[in-house]
């Protein structure tokens, strides 16, 4: 299959009366797909997998996946299964919260409380633009280890309850330093609830998902399942780290390796946003202490090598979502493998930076 869609991708964008140029592109196609499957003789299809989407000039070129979803009911792993996501969360809040910005609903430097006004006095000067950078620091932090028993069965609400009664300092950083804060995102979920007037899982669901035609992708808010057949933490459970977990905004949505290239097409397309807040998303913003450059939602690129892109982990769950606009492709992994799951992903990116990279 993957190699008709090479193919007709080859035969969509070139001339037919090209035949050098064309073989050339389907030869270089045929080896990118070599080098994935010797990569990927490594992943077992019996044990917890992956699901990879390569994208090259706006089509899918490679798609894979290998592995079990449920090895309860042996059910497989294919591109429409749904795993977590993690932090590749993070860019859609951040897309949802430009999308009421450019509808005049709020203003990056509105006051957080402006929209939580059960915070503390203290997160007054704090604006919305600091949470999507990341340009805060907080003195305690919810989603570390030592608060993992608070966390089971939590939602935003318990998380703003911990902010008020464990004294919560937050404090701004150096002008542009950042540290990353998953506390930052989860208030910015409560944003777009507050200002959109449904809840935070509605509004993706209305206004990006069914946008995109994401039929695979969903928030697991409180209330909210798995559904039959999404990939299980190491394919036995849907807990992780033996807890359940309802906080949105900095993670909890499900998405399938297919809805994350109808996202890609949707986005670049300018569907969901305008030119100017896609350019305001995939721009530097700051600079995290811990390493790389923050956008708006992103993990992005230099200008000498350009890219945005946000990967997620949480327990067996790994995922990747890269784009590099100066090549024009993209990279799509999901999986449910842990450790050995994130060793394939790093490996099958640099293979595949490698592999279209200028010679």
């Known amino acids: 299959m993957t190699k008709h869609i090479i193919i007709v991708a080859a035969a969509l964008l070139l001339d037919c009366s090209n035949h050098v140029l064309s073989d050339e592109l389907q030869n270089g196609r045929e080896i990118l797909e070599h080098k994935i499957d010797k990569i990927l003789e490594k992943q077992s299809p019996k044990a917890p997998g992956i699901s990879l989407i390569i994208r090259d000039n706006n089509q899918i070129v490679i798609s894979k996946s290998k592995g079990v979803a449920n090895s309860n009911e042996n059910i497989p792993i294919d591109s429409k299964t749904g795993f977590r996501i993690g932090s590749i969360s993070k860019p859609f809040t951040a897309l949802a919260i430009l999308q009421l910005k450019e509808q005049s ?56 309850d911990f902010i008020n009664t464990k004294n919560v300092v937050i404090e701004t950083l150096a002008p542009k330093k950042a540290s990353y804060c998953n506390t930052c995102y989860v208030l910015l979920a ?128 790994e995922s990747e979502l890269y784009f590099n606009p100066h090549l024009n492709i993209e990279f799509i992994f999901l999986s449910n493998g842990g450790e050995e799951s994130f060793k394939l992903k790093r490996t099958l990116l640099r293979a595949v930076i490698n592999h279209f990279e200028p010679k």
């Open 190 to 317: 409560e944003v777009i609830k507050e200002v959109s007037g449904i809840s935070f899982s509605e509004y993706m669901q209305k206004y990006i998902f069914d946008m995109a035609q994401m039929s695979n992708s969903y928030i697991v808010s409180r209330g909210t399942q798995l559904r039959q057949g999404d990939a299980l933490n190491y394919a036995i459970t849907d807990s992780f780290f033996g807890i359940i977990q309802f906080t949105t905004g900095a993670m909890a949505q499900v998405s399938s390796a297919e809805d994350l290239s109808k996202f890609i097409d949707s986005l670049k397309m300018l569907k969901l946003i305008n030119a100017e807040s896609l350019a305001l998303m995939t721009e530097s913003h700051a600079e995290s202490i811990e390493g790389g450059q923050f956008g708006l939602g992103w993990f992005v690129g230099s200008e000498d090598r350009p890219f945005f892109a946000h990967g997620g982990s949480q327990d067996s769950y």
């Open 105 to 160: 609903k709020l203003s990056l430097n509105d006051s957080i409380k402006k929209y939580i006004g059960r915070l503390p006095s203290s997160w007054k000067t704090i604006t919305i633009h600091q949470l999507l950078t990341h340009q805060v620091s907080l003195n305690k932090d919810f989603f570390s280890d030592e608060y993992l028993e608070l966390a089971n069965g939590s939602s935003n609400q318990d998380v703003i």
